[in-house]
């Protein structure tokens, strides 16, 4: 899981992201280098005006399925982040890529929230500062920072 909140106060609208996992597998004595579409929980929202954490479940569908962090670091894992939306500020369609490599996983942590309530004004504060803030998780889910 990676997470991302849209620049200042931009509200973006048709949010969608893709990632891909790019690896080396060992094929018949051979190294190879391996592209996989990830499934997301949810890839496309309509309205993202707070944060949004984006989560690859690792189930036995997933390319990485009873992978250790060794094993990630070993096939030179990396995850691919293609984000497309649709700024209501600029009235255009705004892109953004990013990626991570295996030594960027934090294993065994969770998000903290970002939020809270400022039950003064009546609103939701998004704390931007928290974007990489983590805690300890009792599951091993490995989260992206940085």
Known sequence: MFRM??????????????????MQVDENGKMMN????????ISKINSMSLNWTIVHLINDKSPIYNFSYDDLVS??????????????VFSNTVVQRYSY???????GAKFELMYHADKKHGTTVLDISKLNAYEKADLLMPVAAG
């Open 5 to 22: 909140v849209p620049y200042k106060n931009n509200i973006l609208s048709e949010t969608e992201v893709k990632v891909n996992l790019a």
């Open 34 to 41: 391996r592209f996989f579409n990830l499934d997301l929980e």
């Open 75 to 88: 096939s030179k894992m990396e995850l691919l982040v293609f984000v497309k939306a649709f700024d209501e």
């Open 101 to 107: 490599i295996a030594a960027e996983v934090v294993w």
